[in-house]
Nanobody, 115 residues
Framework: QVRLVESGGGLVQPGGSLRLSCATS????????MSWFRQAPGKERELVASITSGGLTNYADSVKGRFTISRVNANNTVYLQMNSLKPDDSAGYYC?????????WGQGTQVTVSS
């Protein structure tokens, strides 16, 4: 059974940093691309960053240079380091994996950027 559990969200001031984690189980983590999405109230879910099994990364233009996605295969965990946070980054953040033609999602972790 595929399971994704996000953590690390919270309230942070503009310009601050957070590190999100997504602990996974139920599949061979090292074989799969992992992604982070976010969704703010009233907005569509958007791709923030992804990382392939080989470590290649890509980012939404809105977060390039501020966010870094990484993975530790030994821990079956994917991370999202978020620096220079802006109020527009406030959203629920979700990690996801596509396996066997299905998309699996975690429950999400809330990030609020506010003074």
């Amino acid at each position: 059974q595929v399971r994704l559990v996000e953590s690390g969200g919270g309230l942070v001031q503009p310009g601050g940093s957070l590190r999100l984690s997504c602990a996974t189980s139920g599949f061979t983590f090292s074989d799969y691309r992992m992604s982070w999405f976010r969704q703010a109230p009233g907005k569509e879910r958007e791709l923030v960053a992804s990382i392939t099994s080989g470590g290649l990364t890509n980012y939404a233009d809105s977060v390039k240079g501020r966010f870094t996605i990484s993975r530790v295969n030994a821990n079956n965990t994917v991370y999202l380091q978020m620096n220079s946070l802006k109020p527009d980054d406030s959203a629920g953040y979700y990690c996801t994996v596509r396996r066997g033609g299905l998309n699996y999602w975690g429950q999400g972790t809330q990030v609020t950027v506010s003074s």
